[in-house]
Protein backbone atom coordinates (compact mmCIF):
# COMPACT_ATOMS: atom_id res chain seq x y z
CA UNK A 1 0.00 0.00 0.00
CA UNK A 2 1.29 3.85 -0.89
CA UNK A 3 0.32 6.35 1.45
CA UNK A 4 -2.27 8.67 -1.16
CA UNK A 5 -4.21 9.97 1.69
CA UNK A 6 -2.12 11.17 4.83
CA UNK A 7 -1.72 14.54 3.78
CA UNK A 8 -5.48 14.55 3.83
CA UNK A 9 -5.68 13.45 6.93
CA UNK A 10 -2.77 15.84 7.85
CA UNK A 11 -5.12 18.72 6.49
CA UNK A 12 -8.40 17.07 8.27
CA UNK A 13 -5.90 17.19 11.15
CA UNK A 14 -5.26 21.01 11.45
CA UNK A 15 -9.08 21.51 10.48
CA UNK A 16 -9.98 19.49 13.92
CA UNK A 17 -7.92 21.44 15.81
CA UNK A 18 -9.33 24.86 14.57
CA UNK A 19 -13.17 23.49 15.09
CA UNK A 20 -12.18 22.53 18.57
CA UNK A 21 -11.05 25.91 19.25
CA UNK A 22 -13.45 28.31 20.84
CA UNK A 23 -11.31 31.33 19.85
CA UNK A 24 -11.08 30.61 16.02
CA UNK A 25 -14.53 31.81 14.69
CA UNK A 26 -15.11 34.78 17.13
CA UNK A 27 -11.79 36.04 16.85
CA UNK A 28 -12.50 35.62 12.87
CA UNK A 29 -15.47 37.93 13.00
CA UNK A 30 -13.80 40.00 14.95
CA UNK A 31 -11.65 40.61 12.29
CA UNK A 32 -14.14 41.19 10.21
CA UNK A 33 -16.17 43.97 12.19
CA UNK A 34 -12.64 45.59 12.05
CA UNK A 35 -12.71 45.49 8.25
CA UNK A 36 -16.21 46.66 7.63
CA UNK A 37 -15.46 49.62 10.44
CA UNK A 38 -12.85 50.49 7.89
CA UNK A 39 -15.31 50.38 4.80
CA UNK A 40 -17.95 52.31 6.54
CA UNK A 41 -15.74 54.56 8.43
CA UNK A 42 -14.56 55.53 4.35
CA UNK A 43 -17.75 55.81 3.32
CA UNK A 44 -19.31 58.33 6.28
CA UNK A 45 -16.07 60.65 6.00
CA UNK A 46 -17.19 60.70 2.39
CA UNK A 47 -20.09 61.55 3.00
CA UNK A 48 -18.98 64.55 5.57
CA UNK A 49 -16.36 65.85 2.79
CA UNK A 50 -19.56 66.40 0.95
CA UNK A 51 -18.73 64.02 -1.69
CA UNK A 52 -22.34 62.15 -1.65
CA UNK A 53 -25.68 62.28 -0.05
CA UNK A 54 -26.38 59.47 2.09
CA UNK A 55 -29.76 57.71 1.33
CA UNK A 56 -32.81 58.77 3.05
CA UNK A 57 -33.25 55.90 5.25
CA UNK A 58 -29.85 55.86 6.68
CA UNK A 59 -29.82 57.12 10.56
CA UNK A 60 -29.44 60.92 11.14
CA UNK A 61 -29.02 63.23 14.15
CA UNK A 62 -26.27 64.76 16.59
CA UNK A 63 -23.17 63.67 17.39
CA UNK A 64 -24.28 63.14 20.75
CA UNK A 65 -27.74 61.17 19.99
CA UNK A 66 -24.98 58.47 18.25
CA UNK A 67 -23.20 58.24 21.08
CA UNK A 68 -26.48 57.28 23.45
CA UNK A 69 -27.61 54.92 20.97
CA UNK A 70 -24.16 53.26 20.29
CA UNK A 71 -23.24 53.65 23.89
CA UNK A 72 -26.63 51.45 24.86
CA UNK A 73 -26.44 48.94 21.64
CA UNK A 74 -22.31 48.20 23.28
CA UNK A 75 -23.91 47.68 27.02
CA UNK A 76 -26.82 45.27 25.96
CA UNK A 77 -24.64 43.72 23.93
CA UNK A 78 -21.88 42.87 25.79
CA UNK A 79 -24.31 41.79 28.46
CA UNK A 80 -26.06 39.37 25.99
CA UNK A 81 -22.47 38.22 25.55
CA UNK A 82 -22.03 36.90 29.18
CA UNK A 83 -25.67 35.23 29.29
CA UNK A 84 -24.42 33.47 26.01
CA UNK A 85 -21.10 32.80 27.87
CA UNK A 86 -23.08 31.27 31.24
CA UNK A 87 -25.19 29.47 28.84
CA UNK A 88 -21.98 27.62 27.25
CA UNK A 89 -20.67 27.00 30.46
CA UNK A 90 -24.14 25.71 31.97
CA UNK A 91 -24.34 23.26 28.80
CA UNK A 92 -20.63 21.99 29.00
CA UNK A 93 -21.20 21.58 32.46
CA UNK A 94 -24.47 18.84 31.65
CA UNK A 95 -22.62 17.63 28.63
CA UNK A 96 -19.82 16.55 31.10
CA UNK A 97 -21.89 14.51 34.22
CA UNK A 98 -24.28 13.28 31.45
CA UNK A 99 -22.23 12.39 28.63
CA UNK A 100 -19.08 12.09 30.24
CA UNK A 101 -16.33 14.43 30.14
CA UNK A 102 -14.59 13.00 26.73
CA UNK A 103 -17.52 14.45 24.91
CA UNK A 104 -16.58 18.24 25.88
CA UNK A 105 -15.36 18.37 22.68
CA UNK A 106 -18.16 17.32 20.58
CA UNK A 107 -19.60 20.96 22.17
CA UNK A 108 -16.78 23.01 21.72
CA UNK A 109 -16.30 22.22 18.32
CA UNK A 110 -20.02 23.34 17.69
CA UNK A 111 -20.30 25.70 14.86
CA UNK A 112 -23.56 26.90 16.19
CA UNK A 113 -21.98 27.94 19.53
CA UNK A 114 -18.67 29.81 18.17
CA UNK A 115 -20.95 31.44 15.51
CA UNK A 116 -23.09 32.84 18.13
CA UNK A 117 -20.38 34.07 20.65
CA UNK A 118 -18.40 35.21 17.79
CA UNK A 119 -21.21 37.35 16.41
CA UNK A 120 -22.08 39.46 19.58
CA UNK A 121 -18.33 40.01 20.46
CA UNK A 122 -17.91 41.46 16.82
CA UNK A 123 -21.01 43.63 17.22
CA UNK A 124 -19.52 45.00 20.30
CA UNK A 125 -16.13 45.26 19.07
CA UNK A 126 -17.87 47.44 15.84
CA UNK A 127 -20.53 49.94 18.17
CA UNK A 128 -17.47 50.72 20.75
CA UNK A 129 -14.94 51.82 17.33
CA UNK A 130 -17.49 53.25 15.83
CA UNK A 131 -18.72 55.26 19.08
CA UNK A 132 -14.61 56.35 19.69
CA UNK A 133 -14.94 57.63 15.89
CA UNK A 134 -17.06 60.16 16.63
CA UNK A 135 -15.36 63.52 17.03
CA UNK A 136 -14.44 67.03 15.95
CA UNK A 137 -13.73 68.07 12.43
CA UNK A 138 -13.59 70.90 10.32
CA UNK A 139 -17.23 71.36 9.26
CA UNK A 140 -18.50 70.90 12.60
CA UNK A 141 -18.69 67.37 14.57
CA UNK A 142 -18.03 64.07 12.55
CA UNK A 143 -21.18 61.72 13.16
CA UNK A 144 -20.22 58.35 11.40
CA UNK A 145 -24.39 57.67 9.72
CA UNK A 146 -23.81 54.63 8.02
CA UNK A 147 -21.97 53.43 10.64
CA UNK A 148 -24.32 53.93 13.36
CA UNK A 149 -26.89 52.44 10.83
CA UNK A 150 -25.05 49.56 10.10
CA UNK A 151 -24.54 49.33 14.08
CA UNK A 152 -28.49 48.71 14.51
CA UNK A 153 -28.51 46.36 11.64
CA UNK A 154 -26.23 44.14 13.41
CA UNK A 155 -28.02 44.11 16.42
CA UNK A 156 -31.33 43.74 14.75
CA UNK A 157 -29.00 40.23 13.26
CA UNK A 158 -28.15 39.62 17.02
CA UNK A 159 -31.52 38.68 17.91
CA UNK A 160 -31.89 36.32 14.76
CA UNK A 161 -28.56 34.58 15.89
CA UNK A 162 -30.35 34.91 19.65
CA UNK A 163 -32.92 33.18 19.15
CA UNK A 164 -31.28 30.74 16.97
CA UNK A 165 -28.52 29.79 19.88
CA UNK A 166 -31.62 28.95 22.29
CA UNK A 167 -33.27 26.76 20.20
CA UNK A 168 -30.08 25.14 19.02
CA UNK A 169 -28.67 24.75 22.53
CA UNK A 170 -31.99 22.86 23.56
CA UNK A 171 -31.32 20.65 20.70
CA UNK A 172 -28.30 19.71 21.38
CA UNK A 173 -28.37 18.62 24.80
CA UNK A 174 -31.06 15.92 23.93
CA UNK A 175 -29.17 12.58 24.22
CA UNK A 176 -30.35 11.19 20.52
CA UNK A 177 -28.95 14.08 19.23
CA UNK A 178 -25.29 14.13 20.79
CA UNK A 179 -25.41 10.21 20.08
CA UNK A 180 -26.57 10.58 16.33
CA UNK A 181 -23.62 13.37 16.10
CA UNK A 182 -21.00 11.45 17.16
CA UNK A 183 -22.28 8.56 15.35
CA UNK A 184 -22.39 11.03 11.87
CA UNK A 185 -18.78 12.04 13.01
CA UNK A 186 -17.61 8.30 12.79
CA UNK A 187 -19.28 7.32 9.86
CA UNK A 188 -16.87 10.32 8.21
CA UNK A 189 -13.81 9.15 10.13
CA UNK A 190 -14.89 5.36 8.60
CA UNK A 191 -15.19 7.13 5.21
CA UNK A 192 -11.99 9.24 5.18
CA UNK A 193 -9.69 6.73 6.85
CA UNK A 194 -10.70 3.90 4.92
CA UNK A 195 -12.03 5.04 1.35
CA UNK A 196 -8.84 6.38 0.50
CA UNK A 197 -6.37 3.46 0.81
CA UNK A 198 -5.45 2.35 -2.36
CA UNK A 199 -2.24 1.82 -3.88
CA UNK A 200 -0.99 4.96 -6.28
CA UNK A 201 -0.12 4.74 -9.88
CA UNK A 202 0.03 0.61 -10.79
CA UNK A 203 4.28 0.12 -10.48
CA UNK A 204 5.35 -3.09 -9.24
CA UNK A 205 6.19 -4.02 -5.37
CA UNK A 206 9.74 -4.35 -4.94
CA UNK A 207 12.20 -5.26 -2.39
CA UNK A 208 11.71 -7.99 0.37
CA UNK A 209 8.56 -8.80 2.01
CA UNK A 210 6.98 -8.22 5.09
CA UNK A 211 7.85 -11.19 6.75
CA UNK A 212 11.20 -10.76 5.47
CA UNK A 213 11.03 -7.55 6.98
CA UNK A 214 10.59 -8.73 10.37
CA UNK A 215 13.16 -11.17 10.60
CA UNK A 216 15.32 -8.57 9.60
CA UNK A 217 14.17 -6.02 12.00
CA UNK A 218 14.10 -8.80 14.86
CA UNK A 219 17.62 -9.99 14.13
CA UNK A 220 19.51 -6.14 13.36
CA UNK A 221 16.90 -3.52 13.80
CA UNK A 222 17.17 -1.05 16.95
CA UNK A 223 14.92 0.36 18.96
CA UNK A 224 13.29 4.08 18.66
CA UNK A 225 11.44 5.45 21.85
CA UNK A 226 9.17 7.93 22.54
CA UNK A 227 10.32 11.16 22.93
CA UNK A 228 6.72 12.65 25.09
CA UNK A 229 4.06 10.87 27.18
CA UNK A 230 0.90 11.75 26.07
CA UNK A 231 -2.11 9.61 23.66
CA UNK A 232 -0.99 9.20 20.27
CA UNK A 233 -3.30 11.61 18.21
CA UNK A 234 -1.61 11.63 14.54
CA UNK A 235 0.90 9.90 12.70
CA UNK A 236 2.75 11.70 9.68
CA UNK A 237 2.39 8.75 7.49
CA UNK A 238 3.84 10.71 4.36
CA UNK A 239 6.96 12.37 6.23
CA UNK A 240 7.46 8.83 7.68
CA UNK A 241 7.24 7.49 4.06
CA UNK A 242 9.41 10.04 2.84
CA UNK A 243 12.33 9.81 5.24
CA UNK A 244 12.51 6.32 5.18
CA UNK A 245 12.99 6.31 1.30
CA UNK A 246 15.74 8.54 1.72
CA UNK A 247 17.57 6.91 4.21
CA UNK A 248 16.90 3.01 2.77
CA UNK A 249 15.64 2.11 5.89
CA UNK A 250 12.31 0.61 6.93
CA UNK A 251 10.23 1.72 10.48
CA UNK A 252 8.01 -0.58 12.24
CA UNK A 253 5.35 1.22 14.46
CA UNK A 254 4.11 -0.58 17.78
CA UNK A 255 1.72 1.76 18.36
CA UNK A 256 -1.05 3.41 16.48
CA UNK A 257 -3.50 6.50 17.13
CA UNK A 258 -5.26 5.93 20.31
CA UNK A 259 -2.65 4.38 22.03
CA UNK A 260 -0.82 5.88 25.22
CA UNK A 261 2.82 6.12 24.86
CA UNK A 262 5.38 6.78 27.64
CA UNK A 263 8.27 8.95 27.21
CA UNK A 264 11.54 6.84 26.80
CA UNK A 265 9.60 3.47 26.22
CA UNK A 266 10.25 1.74 22.93
CA UNK A 267 7.26 2.83 19.86
CA UNK A 268 9.22 1.79 17.12
CA UNK A 269 11.43 -0.62 15.08
CA UNK A 270 13.97 0.70 12.34
CA UNK A 271 16.13 -1.23 10.23
CA UNK A 272 19.49 -1.18 9.83
CA UNK A 273 19.96 0.00 13.16
CA UNK A 274 22.39 2.71 11.84
CA UNK A 275 19.45 4.79 10.74
CA UNK A 276 18.10 4.98 14.06
CA UNK A 277 19.38 8.37 15.42
CA UNK A 278 18.15 10.11 12.72
CA UNK A 279 14.53 8.33 13.11
CA UNK A 280 14.61 9.65 16.80
CA UNK A 281 14.40 12.91 15.55
CA UNK A 282 12.53 12.75 13.04
CA UNK A 283 9.71 10.88 15.06
CA UNK A 284 9.10 13.63 17.50
CA UNK A 285 8.03 16.00 14.12
CA UNK A 286 5.72 12.84 12.77
CA UNK A 287 3.95 12.32 15.48
CA UNK A 288 1.47 14.27 17.40
CA UNK A 289 0.73 13.13 20.96
CA UNK A 290 -1.68 15.01 23.54
CA UNK A 291 -3.66 14.34 26.89
CA UNK A 292 -6.93 13.03 24.60
CA UNK A 293 -7.50 11.05 21.92
CA UNK A 294 -8.87 12.20 18.11
CA UNK A 295 -11.29 10.79 15.69
CA UNK A 296 -8.56 11.85 12.65
CA UNK A 297 -6.79 8.69 12.66
CA UNK A 298 -8.09 6.42 15.51
CA UNK A 299 -11.59 5.32 14.67
CA UNK A 300 -11.99 3.06 17.67
CA UNK A 301 -12.70 6.24 19.63
CA UNK A 302 -15.62 6.77 18.08
CA UNK A 303 -16.91 3.81 19.06
CA UNK A 304 -15.66 4.05 22.67
CA UNK A 305 -17.73 7.45 22.51
CA UNK A 306 -21.15 5.52 22.13
CA UNK A 307 -19.99 2.95 24.41
CA UNK A 308 -19.18 5.11 27.24
CA UNK A 309 -22.76 6.58 27.25
CA UNK A 310 -24.41 3.47 26.83
CA UNK A 311 -22.46 2.29 30.03
CA UNK A 312 -23.42 5.07 31.46
CA UNK A 313 -26.97 4.84 30.54
CA UNK A 314 -27.19 1.24 32.18
CA UNK A 315 -25.49 2.51 35.37
CA UNK A 316 -27.89 2.03 38.39
CA UNK A 317 -27.53 5.92 38.85
CA UNK A 318 -28.91 6.75 35.66
CA UNK A 319 -30.95 3.21 34.59
CA UNK A 320 -31.51 5.14 31.19
CA UNK A 321 -31.78 1.42 28.48
CA UNK A 322 -33.42 3.71 26.05
CA UNK A 323 -30.50 5.38 25.76
CA UNK A 324 -28.33 2.52 25.39
CA UNK A 325 -30.29 0.98 22.99
CA UNK A 326 -30.14 4.12 20.95
CA UNK A 327 -26.20 3.48 21.32
CA UNK A 328 -26.76 -0.21 20.51
CA UNK A 329 -28.37 0.99 17.41
CA UNK A 330 -25.97 3.68 16.12
CA UNK A 331 -23.03 1.39 16.76
CA UNK A 332 -24.67 -1.60 14.79
CA UNK A 333 -24.56 1.08 11.84
CA UNK A 334 -21.23 2.20 12.59
CA UNK A 335 -19.93 -1.34 12.74
CA UNK A 336 -22.03 -2.26 8.73
CA UNK A 337 -20.30 0.66 7.71
CA UNK A 338 -16.37 -0.56 8.42
CA UNK A 339 -17.53 -4.05 7.12
CA UNK A 340 -18.16 -2.25 3.86
CA UNK A 341 -15.23 0.33 3.61
CA UNK A 342 -12.63 0.02 6.69
CA UNK A 343 -9.28 -1.33 5.02
CA UNK A 344 -6.74 -0.37 6.85
CA UNK A 345 -3.04 -0.17 5.59
CA UNK A 346 -0.56 -1.79 7.57
CA UNK A 347 2.40 -1.58 4.96
CA UNK A 348 2.93 1.60 3.37
CA UNK A 349 5.52 1.56 0.38
CA UNK A 350 7.19 4.40 -1.44
CA UNK A 351 6.99 5.95 -5.18
CA UNK A 352 9.32 2.65 -6.15
CA UNK A 353 7.63 -0.10 -4.24
CA UNK A 354 9.71 -0.82 -1.26
CA UNK A 355 8.29 -1.47 1.65
CA UNK A 356 8.91 1.55 4.23
CA UNK A 357 6.21 1.95 7.22
CA UNK A 358 4.27 -1.30 8.87
CA UNK A 359 1.75 0.66 11.05
CA UNK A 360 -0.37 -0.41 13.51
CA UNK A 361 -3.91 -0.91 12.74
CA UNK A 362 -6.92 -1.88 14.60
CA UNK A 363 -8.60 -5.30 13.24
CA UNK A 364 -12.21 -5.67 12.95
CA UNK A 365 -12.22 -8.04 15.64
CA UNK A 366 -11.16 -5.52 17.65
CA UNK A 367 -13.55 -2.82 16.98
CA UNK A 368 -16.40 -5.63 17.38
CA UNK A 369 -15.19 -6.22 20.79
CA UNK A 370 -14.99 -2.67 21.93
CA UNK A 371 -18.37 -2.24 20.67
CA UNK A 372 -20.20 -5.06 22.15
CA UNK A 373 -18.50 -6.39 25.27
CA UNK A 374 -18.77 -3.74 27.79
CA UNK A 375 -22.25 -2.92 27.14
CA UNK A 376 -23.00 -7.02 27.11
CA UNK A 377 -20.93 -7.00 30.77
CA UNK A 378 -23.22 -3.80 31.88
CA UNK A 379 -26.36 -5.06 30.37
CA UNK A 380 -26.35 -8.59 32.67
CA UNK A 381 -29.60 -9.16 33.22
CA UNK A 382 -31.44 -6.88 30.68
CA UNK A 383 -33.43 -8.59 28.05
CA UNK A 384 -33.98 -5.74 26.14
CA UNK A 385 -30.28 -4.95 25.99
CA UNK A 386 -29.23 -8.36 24.51
CA UNK A 387 -32.18 -8.31 22.35
CA UNK A 388 -30.95 -5.36 20.69
CA UNK A 389 -27.66 -6.48 20.16
CA UNK A 390 -28.32 -9.74 18.93
CA UNK A 391 -30.32 -7.37 16.36
CA UNK A 392 -27.54 -5.74 15.17
CA UNK A 393 -25.45 -8.63 15.06
CA UNK A 394 -27.84 -10.07 13.10
CA UNK A 395 -27.72 -6.95 10.47
CA UNK A 396 -24.16 -7.05 10.39
CA UNK A 397 -24.09 -10.50 9.12
CA UNK A 398 -25.59 -9.60 6.23
CA UNK A 399 -22.67 -7.05 5.62
CA UNK A 400 -19.65 -9.75 6.25
CA UNK A 401 -17.74 -11.26 3.38
CA UNK A 402 -16.09 -13.87 4.74
CA UNK A 403 -16.58 -16.96 7.19
CA UNK A 404 -14.00 -15.28 9.49
CA UNK A 405 -15.74 -12.26 10.27
CA UNK A 406 -19.32 -14.09 10.55
CA UNK A 407 -17.62 -16.35 13.21
CA UNK A 408 -16.65 -13.79 15.46
CA UNK A 409 -20.20 -12.41 15.23
CA UNK A 410 -21.38 -15.96 16.06
CA UNK A 411 -19.15 -15.74 19.12
CA UNK A 412 -20.51 -12.22 20.56
CA UNK A 413 -24.00 -13.64 19.63
CA UNK A 414 -22.92 -16.67 21.57
CA UNK A 415 -21.67 -14.74 24.71
CA UNK A 416 -24.78 -13.14 24.53
CA UNK A 417 -27.05 -15.81 24.98
CA UNK A 418 -24.53 -17.72 27.60
CA UNK A 419 -25.22 -13.89 29.48
CA UNK A 420 -29.03 -14.08 29.20
CA UNK A 421 -28.75 -18.01 30.33
CA UNK A 422 -26.74 -16.83 33.55
CA UNK A 423 -28.89 -13.45 34.22
CA UNK A 424 -32.60 -13.50 33.01
CA UNK A 425 -34.51 -15.11 35.21
CA UNK A 426 -38.00 -15.06 33.39
CA UNK A 427 -38.50 -17.83 30.86
CA UNK A 428 -40.51 -15.59 28.82
CA UNK A 429 -37.43 -13.26 28.06
CA UNK A 430 -34.94 -15.62 27.89
CA UNK A 431 -37.07 -17.31 25.01
CA UNK A 432 -37.23 -13.65 23.12
CA UNK A 433 -33.61 -13.06 23.91
CA UNK A 434 -33.07 -16.87 22.62
CA UNK A 435 -35.13 -16.23 19.46
CA UNK A 436 -33.14 -13.38 18.40
CA UNK A 437 -29.95 -15.36 18.93
CA UNK A 438 -31.79 -17.87 16.52
CA UNK A 439 -32.19 -15.40 13.31
CA UNK A 440 -28.43 -14.43 13.59
CA UNK A 441 -27.90 -18.30 13.26
CA UNK A 442 -30.05 -18.62 10.56
CA UNK A 443 -28.46 -15.67 8.65
CA UNK A 444 -24.86 -16.95 9.01
CA UNK A 445 -26.42 -20.40 8.05
CA UNK A 446 -28.13 -18.88 5.02
CA UNK A 447 -24.83 -16.88 4.02
CA UNK A 448 -22.77 -20.18 4.46
CA UNK A 449 -25.47 -22.10 2.57
CA UNK A 450 -24.37 -19.00 -0.25
CA UNK A 451 -21.05 -18.81 -0.17
CA UNK A 452 -20.72 -23.33 -0.90
CA UNK A 453 -23.20 -22.95 -4.18
Request: proline residues 4%; charged residues 15%; glycine residues 8%.
Amino acid sequence: MRVTWSSALGSHWRREVLRTSLWVVPSLEVLGAVALFGCTLVLDRAAYRGAFAVPSWVISGSADAARQILTAIAAAVITVVGVVFSIILVTLTLASTQFGPRMLRNFMRDRGTQLTLGTFVATFVYAVLVLVSIGPGPHGDFVPHIGVTTTLGLMVADLAILIYFIHHTAVSIQLPQVIASIAGDLAGAIEAQGGGQHPRGGGPERGPDTTEIVALLESGGAVVRAPASGYVQFIRLDSLVTFAADAGAVISLNYRPGHFILQGHPVAAVWPASAAAQVSEVFGRSHITGPYRTLTQDVSFGIDQLVEIAIRALSPAVNDTFTALTCIDWLGDSLCKILRHWHPARVHRDSQGYVRVMAAQPGYERLVQRAFEKIRQAGQGMPAVMIRQLEALAKMMLETSDAGQRRLLLDQAEMIQRASDRSVTEASDQADVRRRFEAVLMAEAGLALRDAA
